[in-house]
């Protein structure tokens, strides 16, 4: 089974600048995250679907990230503009979804430096 | 809210060595707990995780943990570390209302000494 899908695997953009990540979850999958991983940190929630609906994006910097996920399947991630301290990895996952689903499988993450 | 510390920023330990990461949770009723890994340049993986039942989980890869509600505890241990262990370790905790919504540690990284 193909895992998550993530590109590019690493961005490097300077500060006002737009940028735009892709996940591809595994295929039946409901639910997808988007994560920041920032260095030295563990992964923080940046928002999550359930099929093509958001359920969570309280830690969403609303006023430069954006994300959807057309269709159910494939999701994408923006921020406009960057600034410095978005540098960070962002990994998403999937997971079958449902009450009773906990497992998340990630995948290798997008690398984004802010210059 | 939940949260979960990890004290150990690094550890190193020789190959072969026993191994012990410590995790603290704080949650006021029982939490879902996970130990993920994640090797350089990957994704995070799951090793184990605990929902209820016995206390003791057994993982993948040869780890386990141990959950101590009396010390709010999660600790992961692996009998004899080897080389390919050499990775970031995260724990993890999860409200038992809404488990799909996890909060991780800051993780400890785990060196092998040769």
């Known amino acids: 089974e193909a895992g998550v899908a993530q590109s590019p695997r690493y961005k490097i953009i300077e500060k006002r600048q737009s940028v735009a990540f892709w996940c591809n979850p595994i295929?039946?999958?409901?639910?997808l995250y988007w994560y920041q991983q920032i260095l030295g940190q563990g992964p923080k929630l940046l928002i999550q679907?359930?099929?093509?609906?958001?359920?969570?994006d309280s830690q969403l910097p609303k006023d430069r990230f954006s994300a959807e996920r057309l269709k159910g399947v494939d999701s994408t991630l923006k921020i406009q503009p960057a600034k410095l301290e978005d540098s960070a990895v962002y990994l998403c996952?999937?997971?079958?979804?449902?009450?009773?689903?906990?497992?998340?499988?990630f995948g290798p993450g997008t690398r984004l430096t802010v210059t | 809210a939940q949260s979960v510390t990890q004290p150990d920023i690094h550890i190193t330990v020789s190959e072969g060595a026993s191994l012990e990461l410590r995790c603290n949770y704080s949650?006021?009723?029982?939490?879902?707990l996970f130990w993920y890994v994640q090797s350089p340049g990957q994704g995070l993986q799951l090793l184990l995780k605990?929902?209820?039942?016995?206390?003791l989980v057994q993982g993948i890869k040869g780890f386990e943990a141990e959950f101590k509600r009396s010390q709010s505890s999660f600790n992961l241990r692996k009998p004899s570390v080897h080389w390919s262990d050499a990775a970031e370790y995260f724990c993890?905790?999860?409200?038992?209302?809404?488990?799909?919504?996890?909060?991780f540690g800051s993780g400890t990284r785990l060196s092998i000494r040769p």
């Open positions: 996952a999937s997971s079958f979804g449902g009450t009773t689903d906990y497992e998340q499988y």
């Open positions: 295929s039946g999958h409901a639910t």
């Open positions: 679907f359930q099929n093509n609906g958001v359920v969570d």
């Open positions: 949650y006021g009723a029982t939490p879902y």
């Open positions: 605990y929902f209820s039942g016995d206390t």
């Open positions: 993890a905790v999860a409200r038992y209302s809404s488990a799909s919504k996890i909060i």
